[in-house]
Structures are given as structure tokens and as C-alpha cells.
């Protein structure tokens, strides 16, 4: 099992976040690397982005010329928590058939929001320890809060590493009249608790809590181990985070607050990416110009095209002064503004430009 280098590609909607995080992953495969990419954004456009299927399962991605090797993953908000029980409880049937009538659960798994950023991080864990791989490249949601997922591991592993799970799964016990009740202070917080607990959600819940955690404490150290390993992965040594923005004050804004929220977790954005910054010149403008006898018309419109390209990049050359001054630590890696429809040439022309800044890209060597 080697451990992998983590880059988490975060930044406001729209701004090219897995573009960015698919031509970053291609890139570092023609490199010679052993990647895999993973989107945990719930809206799963990493196919498209790519143009080739993928699931969620690890799957390998055809490439044309590569040294290395791209693997993909897409986790699906509707099935990620059941692979992830499946994988849990792959030695506990009975336990798992419990889990998965539990309503608890079934809420559970229905809640989204941030439980399917753990499950997924859970999967890439499994597939960190299970695959062979140099690096793994993250795409996010569209959320401002899309990078607090990275405690999320640490936070359920210091949970279920503590004492609250065995407490929970002894409540399960009782609640079934199995335990003897429990003496002291433990005695009075878990009565009262299993009596707010009833009187706010009803008895039940109270019964399906004990039930759920009681299950889960068979399967603990499976459970603490992957999620621990999530949290190495995403908060260790071996991690950078880039901040993806386009040149609009919106995005130039979410770039801000996104480092503010990593710099209270004591980290910070090893680069800032300033995706479309850069409009290259036609070749046709330059075969146009250089043509005898060109009607004054066209000279007024490639004028008129020079200019634009000229605006958006003094925008860019803006923005990036402005992130610079407020985070003077990342470095920044310009992208231009590809012309092209079809997502997955986009990704390839983007491939290419980050292979000249993949050093500054990847999680420095400490
Ligand atoms: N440098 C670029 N040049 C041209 N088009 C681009 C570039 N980067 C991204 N795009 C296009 O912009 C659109 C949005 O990109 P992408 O889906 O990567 O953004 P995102 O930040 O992941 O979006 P979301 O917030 O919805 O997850 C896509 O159609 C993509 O092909
Ligand atoms: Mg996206």
C-alpha cells in the first residue's frame, strides 16, 4: 500500500473546478504517475467532463500515450452509503440486514447533505489502500463549504475512536434489557439523554440509534480505520488544496473565503488555478493579417478582437495581483480560455498547459 499524494480542487460554481481537475489528473498520468481522479460533487459531471464513462467503481481510463495510468471514480450519492455498508459489513450479514431496515439509517442515507462527502471520502480511502496509486486528484461541489468536508473524517473518527460508540451500542443493549444499568454520572447522562432523545423524536428513534450503533460496534475497527485514513488523506502531509477561479469578482470572492476557511483549519491553498484568464490568438487572425490586399473591414474587426483578448487578460493579469497580495503562499497558475466545445477537448488542451506547472500544483515534498 503506498501513500498517495492528495491535490482537493475546490472554488465557486461554474468556475471550471472538474475541467480543471480532469486535465490535472490527465496530465499527471501522461507524466508517469499512477492517478486516480474522484468527484464527490453529488451532481457527478466528471464524465462528461472526461468523455468516457465513468461509475462508481474504480474504473481505468483509456489513454491514448501515456506513462502512467488514470483511474476514475465516480461515487453516487444514491448508492455510495450501500457500497460503503456492503464493504463494511462484507463479514457481518445479519448485522447488515439489521442496518439496512434500520430507519435511522434509511434517514441517514436520504440526508445527503455532507454524508455523502464522508461516504465518498470512505470509498476513496478504501480505494487509496486497495488501488496502487501516486496521486489522487479531488473534485468538489459547487459550495463554499464544499472544503469542510475535509474535517469530516477526522470529526467521525474521533467519534467512533472515543467512547460514544461503545456507550451507544451499550445503549442498545439495554433498551433490549439485555445490560445491567449503567453506575454514576455515565448512569445519569445516558438516562437523561435516552429520555430527551424519546421525547423529542419519539421512542423509536431512540431504539433505532441503539440498534444502528449497536451494530456498527461489530464492525468498528473497520469503520475507524477507513475513516482515519480519509482524514490522513485529506488533512495530512501528502495533501494540497487548489483554488480554482475564473476572472469574475464572484469567483475571485469565493477564492477568499474558501483559503479564510482553510487558514482556520491551519491550512492553505498550495496554488491558485485563474482558469480562462488567457485568450491565445487565433492562428486564422495572424494568416488573415498577414494576407495581401485585406479589406479595410476585416483589419477593423481583428482590431476589434485584439482589443477584447487584450481586456480579458489585463482582467486577468487584475485578479491575479489582487490573490497574490492576499495570499502571497500560492502560487498561481494561469489557464486559457480554450476554444472548443465539445468538454473533453477542453480537457485534453487544458492537460497539456498544466503540465508545465505540475510542480507547483502537486503537495510539496516535506
Ligand atoms: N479554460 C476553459 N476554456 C473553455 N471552456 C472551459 C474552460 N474551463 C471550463 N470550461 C467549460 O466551462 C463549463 C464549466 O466547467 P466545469 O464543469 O469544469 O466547472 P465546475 O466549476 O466544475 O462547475 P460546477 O460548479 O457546476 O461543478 C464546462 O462546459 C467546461 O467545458
Ligand atoms: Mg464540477
Known amino acids: 500500500m503506498k501513500d498517495p499524494l492528495v491535490i482537493v480542487c475546490a472554488g465557486g460554481g461554474g468556475v471550471g473546478k472538474t475541467t480543471t481537475s480532469a486535465a490535472l489528473a490527465l496530465a499527471l ?27 462508481d467503481e474504480v474504473t481505468l481510463v483509456p489513454l491514448a500515450a501515456a506513462k502512467g495510468r488514470l483511474s476514475a471514480l465516480m461515487p453516487d450519492p444514491r448508492r455510495s452509503m450501500r457500497a460503503f455498508i456492503d464493504y463494511l459489513f462484507a463479514d457481518e450479514p445479519e448485522a447488515k440486514a439489521r442496518v439496512l431496515s434500520n430507519k435511522l439509517y434509511i434517514g441517514l442515507a436520504d440526508a445527503a447533505a455532507g454524508v455523502h462527502e464522508l461516504v465518498a471520502m470512505n470509498l476513496v480511502a478504501r480505494a487509496a489502500t486497495d488501488g496502487d496509486f501516486d496521486v489522487v486528484v479531488i473534485d468538489t461541489a459547487p459550495s463554499r463549504h464544499a472544503i469542510d468536508f475535509v474535517t469530516y473524517p477526522a470529526r467521525l473518527a474521533a467519534l467512533l475512536g472515543g467512547r460514544s460508540v461503545s456507550w451507544l451500542a451499550g445503549l442498545a443493549q439495554r433498551s433490549g434489557g439485555a445490560a445491567p444499568a449503567p453506575r454514576g454520572l455515565l448512569s445519569w447522562g445516558t438516562g437523561h439523554v435516552e429520555h430527551l432523545l424519546a421525547r423529542v423524536t419519539g421512542p423509536n428513534l431512540v431504539r433505532d440509534t441503539a440498534d444502528l450503533f449497536g451494530d456498527l460496534a461489530l464492525v468498528r475497527e473497520r ?10 488523506l485529506l488533512l495530512g502531509e501528502r495533501v494540497a488544496y487548489a483554488l480554482v477561479a475564473a476572472p469574475t469578482a464572484a469567483a475571485r470572492d469565493d ?46 474587426v481583428l482590431d476589434a478582437l485584439e482589443e477584447e483578448r ?57
Request: aromatic share 4%; charged share 20%.
Open 255 to 300: 477564492v477568499i473565503f474558501l483559503a479564510a476557511r482553510l487558514e482556520k483549519l491551519g491550512r492553505r491553498p498550495r496554488a491558485i488555478v485563474l482558469n480562462r484568464a488567457d485568450t491565445r490568438p487565433a492562428p486564422w487572425v495572424s494568416a488573415l493579417r498577414a494576407g495581401r490586399g485585406v479589406a479595410p473591414s476585416i483589419t477593423d
Open 29 to 55: 498520468a501522461a507524466r508517469g504517475h499512477q492517478t486516480l481522479i474522484v468527484t464527490i460533487d453529488p451532481a457527478r459531471r466528471l464524465a462528461g467532463a472526461m468523455g468516457v464513462p465513468v461509475t
Open 310 to 366: 487584450s481586456t480579458r487578460s489585463s482582467a486577468a493579469d487584475g485578479l491575479a495581483a489582487h490573490l497574490h497580495a492576499k495570499l502571497p503562499w500560492a502560487s498561481i497558475v494561469r489557464l486559457p480560455y480554450v476554444e472548443a466545445s465539445a468538454p473533453e477537448v477542453i480537457v485534453a488542451a487544458l492537460s497539456t498547459e498544466l503540465d508545465a506547472h505540475l510542480a507547483a500544483l502537486l503537495p510539496e515534498a516535506r
Open 223 to 232: 469503520f475507524v480505520s477507513l475513516t482515519r485514513r480519509a482524514s490522513e
